[in-house]
């Protein structure tokens, strides 16, 4: 039986988290949902843990974890491809449909560049975020689940990271649609560029020369119909 502990904040990791708690092979030590409360129980951790699992957790883990404990994280991305910050948004600004979610090592000293356990494919469309996420929870769901059958029968092997790629996280002033951009853009590109900042991440804009701006939140793209 193995014993981990689930660390994540995000909707979309508790989503994952209750979907895989069933699972026959697996005794759930704890979940823990904030920092705060990370760091209140980090000292108690118990020694005989098999794993930890980090899922959309945004903060570095200390080496004296990782050094102790097989820390395991999910990267929406192809690594070594987008490594860093905002991969979904990065992905489908640059046109990417077809991904991977990726199961790697969690390291204090390089950033989404552990050893990589597993891999499912991961459907990048969807006109909001929310079916992005329900695409992230169903694929990282498939990973763990044959994961965790297999464990600790599993081998993991090392990135190339000279393959890959590395993109910073994204700011909110990055939103912005510049006129130029609005009017240089094909539509797909600008669909893509709206669709993957929706909610819960800093929504496009564009804003006119007096600081007025119209922010989008939500949107479709049709294609023409080529019988007609």
């Not at 502990?5 to 704890?30: M, N, P, Q």
């Not at 490594?83 to 990417?96: F, T, V």
């Not at 979610?101 to 006109?127: N, P, Y």
């Amino acid at each position: 039986m193995t014993k981990l502990i689930l660390c994540g904040y995000r909707e979309w990791a508790k989503d994952i988290f209750e979907k895989i708690s069933s699972h026959s092979k697996i005794t759930i030590v704890d979940k823990i949902y904030t920092l705060e409360d990370y760091n209140i129980k980090v000292d108690t951790f118990p020694s005989d843990l098999d794993l930890i699992l980090f899922i959309g957790w945004s903060w570095i883990i200390p080496k004296e974890i990782t050094d102790k404990f097989l820390c395991l994280g999910i990267h929406p991305s192809d690594l070594p491809l987008y490594r860093g910050g905002s991969p979904l948004q990065h992905q489908i600004i640059n046109g990417i449909q077809n991904s991977k979610v990726s199961l790697m090592t969690l390291s204090s000293v390089k950033l989404d560049a552990g050893e990589i356990w597993a891999q499912e494919d991961l459907d990048l469309s969807g006109k909001n975020m929310d079916e992005v996420f329900k695409n992230i929870v169903a694929s990282s769901v498939k990973m763990l689940v044959d994961f965790l059958n297999k464990f600790p029968n599993v081998t993991a092997k090392e990135q190339d990271i000279s393959l890959g790629s590395y993109y910073k996280r994204r700011t909110s002033n990055e939103s912005r649609l510049t006129m130029e951009q609005f009017s240089s853009m094909n539509l797909k590109d600008i669909y893509n560029f709206i669709r993957c900042l929706t909610d819960p991440y800093p929504n496009a804009y564009i804003e006119d020369k007096n600081g007025n701006r119209l922010y989008f939140q939500n949107v479709n793209y049709v294609e023409k119909d080529s019988s007609t």
